[in-house]
């Protein structure tokens, strides 16, 4: 087979452990459908973005309309948007029971919460959303798959179609490529998978702008690239890319992506009037708040609140920190002085980044995920609220240095420097789940230093290639 070849083959030892992969996304796919769309209450994410799509499609305010669990969408219009053909409809109004009355399965409409027995089964009721619950999770799987191999081509500088290698050094260097990445950020991978959010379809967007700039196709890059910021905006840090690299056809192409998902698309779909409604709804109930500012404090339980969710942005450590001798006296939200600390802090890593990032006209494809990586970990660390999930965007910071400190295994001082923060982040990123210890965890800001640690790591990086190419001049 030759290099050109655009079939691909696989070893029996390879196809052995593609069936046990298939066997093991079968069996989650299982529990996943058990614990979402066959529950009476379903445990998960997605019906917020489901029913926010219903809401809008409707003519109703999304930002207004809660899910069955009292959840509400938090992002700018263009994913409830998108979410159309997953439409489910706005929850019912729950009937009055009489005094002391229970909520049964009974007297109690699918997807509220019930007492006794929570299984629910597959009923007309939700046969659509257990169908969008297995399209999304393979959709999502897909995505992780995706964004692994097209962070591999970029490596490689291969095209995506390209079968992997014949020799074996080369085959087995291929797969590390791809499988080691998935593997470091596999639980937060698998969180996002089990609660059904839209982190991955970010991460797909990331890694196919990082291989269209390898492959010099920059106006279509900077549309991929602006996508994660116009649904969530928590990595909006990663624009900057073609305006450091006076790249303008892609800054050209980040400006269109954001003008098409923020503005076009919500006013050919819901008119001018309305998403100007929305966008000040929006902005009302969540940038205000989780700013520190405004008086909107409907999502302080659910979402903008210190120490009420998994957050671990630095304004949750210093807030966490502050208060570790009497953390029952914790408040819910920031004082001034966390939030302009938090501030400073981020400003000054944003300062050091830029500066060892630099102004250059292009980078190395090693250079390229890197950098990407370091600007998205710095729009997490700045953001005032960011979830454990959120670090599979890591993705493509931990492909570049888990590659290239594979590559410098012969010098055992620099292969330590870029894996064993990597190994670090692995094991905080499991320990922060598990019961008990992933709380203290997370009350002392471990998984946010696990991230610096990891951005640590990619400015050393760009320090030591920034001093070989000064070497090589």
């Known amino acids: 087979m030759n290099s050109t070849a655009t079939w691909w083959r696989f070893t029996r030892t390879e196809k052995i452990w593609i069936a046990v992969a298939l066997a093991a996304f079968l069996a989650f796919g299982f529990l996943l459908e058990k614990r979402t769309a066959l529950r009476h209450e379903p445990m998960t994410d997605i019906g917020v973005f489901c029913i926010a799509s219903g809401a809008i499609w409707s003519g ?46 009974a007297n109690t409409p699918y997807g509220f919460h019930v007492s006794g027995g929570s299984y629910y089964g597959l009923h007309q009721d939700n046969l659509h959303f257990f169908i969008t619950v297995a399209v999304w999770y393979l959709l999502s799987t897909l995505g992780i798959l995706l964004s692994a191999h097209l962070l591999g081509c970029a490596l490689e500088q291969k095209d995506w179609r390209e079968p992997p290698p014949e020799q074996c050094p080369e085959r087995r260097r291929w797969w590390l490529r791809r499988l ?24 797909v967007a990331i890694a196919a702008g990082i291989y269209l700039v390898g492959r010099r196709k920059n106006f279509q890059a900077g549309l991929w690239l602006a996508f994660p910021a116009a649904i969530k905006l928590v990595p909006p840090v990663l624009i900057v890319y073609p305006f450091l690299r006076r790249q ?26 309305r998403t100007k409604e929305l966008y000040q709804c929006w902005i009302e109930v969540l940038v205000k708040p989780a ?28 807030h966490s920190w502050a208060y570790f001798k009497n953390p029952a006296e914790r408040p819910v939200t920031a004082s001034p002085v966390e939030r302009g600390t938090a501030s400073a802090i981020g400003i000054g890593l944003s300062l050091v980044a830029f500066y060892f990032i630099g102004f250059r006209r292009s980078d190395s494809p ?5 950098i990407v990586g370091v600007l998205i970990a710095l729009g997490l660390l ?4 960011i979830h454990n999930f959120y670090f599979l965007l890591m993705l493509p910071l931990v492909s570049a240095l888990f590659d290239f400190g594979l590559s410098q295994r012969d010098k055992k001082v620099p292969a330590l420097v870029f894996l064993l923060p990597i190994v670090f982040f ?30 640590a790591a990619g400015v050393i990086f760009l320090v030591r290639q920034k001093k070989a190419r000064a070497a090589s001049n």
């Open 60 to 105: 109703l305010n999304p930002y207004n309309i809660p899910d069955w669990h009292g959840w509400h969408y938090q992002y700018p219009p263009a994913l409830a948007i998108l979410f159309f053909p997953f439409i489910e409809p706005v929850p019912p109004e729950l009937p009055v029971l009489a005094p002391g009355e229970k909520r049964t399965a």
């Open 180 to 203: 080691v990445p998935i593997l470091v950020c596999a639980t937060s991978l698998g969180t996002d998978l089990s609660r059904g959010q839209a982190d991955i379809l970010m991460l």
């Open 248 to 273: 303008w056809r892609m800054a050209f192409g980040v400006i269109a992506g954001l003008f098409i998902f923020l503005l076009v698309l919500p006013a050919a779909t819901l008119g001018v009037q």
């Open 291 to 318: 700013l520190g500012k405004g008086t909107d404090t409907s999502r302080l339980t659910e979402l903008t609140g210190m120490g009420n969710t998994d957050n671990q942005s630095i304004l949750t450590a210093l």
């Open 366 to 370: 090693h250079e390229l995920e890197v």
């Open 382 to 385: 700045v953001s005032p609220i």
């Open 426 to 455: 692995f094991a905080v990123d499991i320990l922060t789940r598990m019961p008990v210890i992933g709380d203290e965890l997370r009350k002392w800001g471990v998984a946010t230093a696990s991230l610096l640690w990891l951005t």
